[in-house]
């Protein structure tokens, strides 16, 4: 037939509208993903049917209406949203969609508080938009309960509110997000490129910390001293800061706990350092022998074992806080010593387990394939630092 249907805001169950003809003319998006009458309400939107543009606009009118923080989320398309947001809302996209999804011309304006515009919903997925037009939050908002994250932003923001806009994790084209920005707006840290390249590039390294990534992209030239404190710029950290870094920890330790704290937690761990509990210096093994088992080429011996018996590792460790540390790999490695106790041949290397009961690293190796004479037994941590201690295997079989 001729004229528009309008079918607006019903719930179609799981598989979404089913409508057939002349489909142009039908005024379906949006559909509730949620029972008619609900609070809060799950609106789908997509680019589909008649007047497909504002279908994101007529969502958020209704959104309006209902004081609960509704969710709205968009397909593929390309959407206009000329009418104001006056209740709380959660605007995203549909997962992994900031490059296929935009929100475009004039101004989306943000008329109440407790607002999102995009998000990250994993470590490497966002749902965002690309927002051609400007965001305007307008006065007396909370501004400090708006979050606009993991867009590609190429107009301007401005921040009418009271307090400060949350506008971190974007990407703003080729223009300094200072230039576009108004009022007060939090843009640091922002991305260095569209969101879709950024999460790959997180991805491919195995990256999730979004601050070590950026860092990572942005800081490709000069010595290893410039870089790093390049690096811990992109992370929050001023210059002056990052230098006393480098001062206090050392350029290995600093470069160490930037490539492999994948989050912010383990980055300040891998900084601090691991050390053993008190008394923990005792050895590293079992067999420990009183006073020790002399030496060789100067390195005391820690323990005797027979040929044949079990050698039992073990240790336990503190993380720069004081606090036990249980979910870290150290290596443990096996080598025989010449006969200056300089270091001949590697035998063996493991990776010790944290046992619970003991609450300890341990790891074991065994002597009868071992030929008599000295072997140090090396623990490498992952902040670079080892402990080590030198046993004896003497040639009598048990």
């Not at 749902?127 to 867009?151: E, L």
């Not at 922002?190 to 601050?211: D, F, W």
């Not at 005792?282 to 006073?291: E, I, M, P, Q």
């Not at 300890?360 to 037994?377: C, I, K, R, W």
Request: hydrophobic share 35%; charged share 15%.
């Amino acid at each position: 037939g001729t004229g528009t249907v309008d079918v607006l805001f019903n719930n179609w169950g799981a598989d979404g509208p089913s409508v057939a003809g002349n489909t142009g003319n039908i005024l379906y998006s949006p559909w509730l993903n949620d029972t008619p009458g609900s609070s809060p309400m799950t609106y789908m939107v997509d680019y589909l049917g008649y007047d497909r543009q504002g279908s994101l606009d007529r969502a958020i009118g209704d959104a309006n209406n209902d004081p609960d923080t509704d969710t709205i989320i968009v397909n593929h398309g390309t959407y206009e949203a000329p009418q104001p947001i006056t209740e709380s809302v959660e605007i995203v996209s549909v997962l992994g969609s900031p490059a296929n999804t935009f929100i475009d011309k004039g101004t989306l304006n943000i008329n109440s508080s407790n607002v999102t515009i995009g998000k990250r919903v994993n470590n490497y997925i966002s749902r965002g938009f690309t927002i051609n037009g400007s965001i305007t939050v307008g006065g007396g908002v909370d501004a400090s309960s708006v979050h606009i994250n993991w867009n590609n932003i190429l107009g301007t923001v401005t921040n009418n509110g009271a307090g400060t806009l949350d506008a971190t994790y974007n990407w703003w084209g080729s223009t300094s997000p200072d230039d576009s920005t108004v009022g007060s707006v939090n843009y640091t840290p922002h991305l260095p490129a569209k969101v879709g390249t950024m999460l790959t590039y997180m991805e491919t390294n195995g990256i999730t910390s979004p601050q070590a990534a950026i860092a990572g992209m942005v800081c490709g030239a000069g010595s290893s001293s410039e870089q790093a404190v390049c690096k811990l710029s992109g992370m929050g950290l001023n210059p002056d800061q990052a230098n006393g870094l480098l001062s206090q920890f050392g350029l290995s330790r600093v470069t160490n706990a930037i490539n492999n704290g994948k989050t912010t937690s383990k980055f300040t761990e891998l900084l601090g350092g691991y050390s053993l509990p008190a008394g923990g210096a005792a050895g590293l093994t079992n067999n420990l022998l009183a006073g020790g088992g002399g030496s060789i080429g100067g390195r005391r011996v820690g323990g005797v074992f027979t040929k044949g018996e079990t050698g039992e590792v073990g240790f336990a460790l503190l993380d720069f806080t004081g606090n036990p540390s249980v979910d870290i790999n150290p290596t443990v490695s096996l080598v025989l010593l010449d006969g200056d106790g300089k270091l001949d041949n590697l035998v063996d290397v493991t990776t010790a387990v944290y046992d619970n009961s003991s609450s300890s690293y341990v790891s074991t190796f065994e002597s009868l394939n071992l030929a008599p004479g000295y072997y140090l037994v090396q623990v490498d941590l992952p902040d670079i630092s080892s402990l080590s201690q030198v046993i004896q295997v003497d040639g009598v079989e048990v």
